[in-house]
Nanobody, 119 residues
Framework: QVQLVESGGGLVQSGGSLRLSCAAS????????MGWYRQAPGNQRELVAR???????NYGDAVNGRFTISRDNAKNTVNLHMNNLKPEDTAVYYC?????????????WGQGTQVTVSS
């Protein structure tokens, strides 16, 4: 079994900053990509940021330049630093981790953490 525990969400004013963290634990023999997605009410889940095992990153257009993703391979954690937050960043943020299973990888999702940005 694998557990993903997210932390760091909350309420912040427009222009403020938050840091999200996600820690993976359990039966882990290797992790490939790690990332963050978000879903606002009435919207589809969308990519926020992803990072490969080698450290390459990609960001959703809406957050590029404001958010920074990082990972600690030794601790199986992925972090998201969010700066200059806007009301439209309000959503539930989900951690995603690809964990090796045999010759392939399985996707695991966190429970979600609420981020609310007030104007």
């Amino acid at each position: 079994q694998v557990q993903l525990v997210e932390s760091g969400g909350g309420l912040v004013q427009s222009g403020g900053s938050l840091r999200l963290s996600c820690a993976a634990s359990g039966s882990i023999f290797g992790i490939s990509g790690m990332g963050w997605y978000r879903q606002a009410p009435g919207n589809q889940r969308e990519l926020v940021a992803r990072i490969t095992s080698g450290g390459s990153t990609n960001y959703g257009d809406a957050v590029n330049g404001r958010f920074t993703i990082s990972r600690d391979n030794a601790k199986n954690t992925v972090n998201l630093h969010m700066n200059n937050l806007k009301p439209e960043d309000t959503a539930v943020y989900y951690c995603n981790v690809q964990i090796r299973r045999g010759i392939g990888f399985d996707d695991y999702w966190g429970q979600g953490t609420q981020v609310t940005v007030s104007s």
